[in-house]
């Protein structure tokens, strides 16, 4: 039954569909969540005056959760990130921040793959030089790292990790210590899985219980080749975890909720958000949108509920670099977020609605509600799985 509640009737448990105003207005991320946290409950008290509950999807538990997946992480602080440069004047440099570090990566997964040790100073310098280009600004090499074509499957899984695991430690506050870590933990949790057979790795049927014992293998494997190349203990410590689940369904040693450094479940997030958006042998991408909504979903079971809203509320529902359709039926790309309104990023539009490229593209900022028709503004219609529109960096 849908029910109107006035703000100051909302009870714990209560499940909000609908606002009194469009969700777009408001901080909210997604349409629709159960009212459990008081900074829910203080974000309703700014924006609305009376909201609308679904009484069938109410919350079995009534009473605001206290447990530690509702609560800031070890590590953590809430702060106010200002941008030091605009992203296009990072661009330039975050290309070439990230083509150095292809580089030196691709050099690493040869040399373990030819049985060598890695080459750990220069992991460390390419992360430094990444974690510099995030601090100025961390959409643009979010961006660049999104629709750069690459040579191999690994190497965009690795640089993608990266990434995005020093974007979500800055976000989360972290000390630059441990963004740094994050970063490192990004590029190498993988790269014992070079040494699995190619049919293995390649296999589109479901595993057998055999199989799957022998992929997770990669974890200790990948531990051996990391201390024999030098990697510090503190890092491959989290490269350990980087499969351990919240609700201790992980592995190789079932940790579960707090026995996890933050570092290791921010990088389960990143990983299973960066798998599921690329083509696999026995999957096809989901769009990035997508995948959002189903790790929300996962929150208190796989990954702390706090750190899934955290990762959200960090990329955005429209992550940067997403191919998105308008409601004009023209084709854009997520090139920046609102901090504010993460509903509204900045999106350039590339192609008309009848899938021809334009020139000179077209830069709307969301937030300001930019008119589509007379009567309508432009909004955006759904995002599409990466590489499907045929737009890349030739676009920007």
């Known amino acids: 039954m849908k029910t109107k509640v006035l703000i100051k009737d909302l009870q714990w448990g209560m499940y909000v569909y ?134 191999g499957y690994f190497l965009t899984r690795a640089m993608n990790s990266s990434v995005y695991l020093i974007v979500f430690t800055r976000f989360l506050g972290m000390e630059p210590h441990d963004i740094e870590r994050a970063g490192m933990v990004g590029l190498l949790p993988d790269i014992a899985m070079l040494q699995l057979p190619a049919p293995l790795l390649e296999k589109r049927e479901p595993l057998t219980p055999t199989e799957v014992g022998q992929i997770r293998t990669h974890v200790q494997s990948g531990i051996e080749l990391l201390k024999k190349s030098g990697i510090p203990e503190d890092v491959t410590d989290l490269v350990a975890q980087h499969h351990e689940r919240h609700d201790g369904s992980g592995y190789p040693r079932g940790l579960r909720g707090s026995s996890i450094a933050t570092v290791a479940a921010c990088a389960g997030i990143v990983d299973t958000f960066g798998a599921m958006t690329v083509k696999r042998p026995y999957a096809e991408a989901v769009t990035p949108s997508n995948v959002l909504g189903i790790m929300h979903k996962w929150k208190d079971r796989a990954f702390n509920a706090w750190l899934v809203e955290e990762f959200i509320r ?27 309104k993460r509903l509204q990023p900045r999106v350039m539009v590339v192609k008309n609605d009848k899938g021809e490229r334009l020139h000179p593209h077209k830069l709307l900022d969301l937030s300001r509600l930019p008119k589509a028709t007379n009567d309508e503004p432009y909004r955006i219609r759904r995002t599409l799985e990466y590489g499907r529109a045929g737009v890349g960096l030739q676009d920007l």
Do not use: Y
């Open 314 to 340: 960090c990329i955005g529902v429209f992550p940067v670099g997403s191919v998105v359709e308008m409601n004009t039926g023209e084709i854009g790309i997520v090139i920046s977020q609102n901090v504010h």
């Open 18 to 151: 609908e606002l009194d105003r469009p969700w777009t207005d408001t901080p909210f991320t997604f349409q629709g969540f159960v009212l459990r946290s008081q900074d829910q409950l203080e974000t309703l008290r700014k924006f609305c005056q009376h909201v609308f509950v679904d009484t069938e999807r109410a919350n079995e538990d009534q009473r605001p959760s206290g447990a530690l997946s509702s609560t800031p992480m070890a590590g953590t602080k809430r702060v106010e990130h200002l941008e030091r440069v605009d992203v296009g004047a990072e661009l330039p440099r975050a290309r070439a921040v990230a083509t150095s570090a292809e580089a030196v990566i691709s050099d690493a997964l040869k040399a373990l793959n030819a049985g060598d040790a890695l080459d750990a100073g220069a992991v460390k310098g390419a992360v430094n030089n990444m974690t510099e280009s995030i601090m100025r600004n961390p959409d643009a090499l979010v961006l660049f790292s999104a629709l750069r074509e690459r040579g």
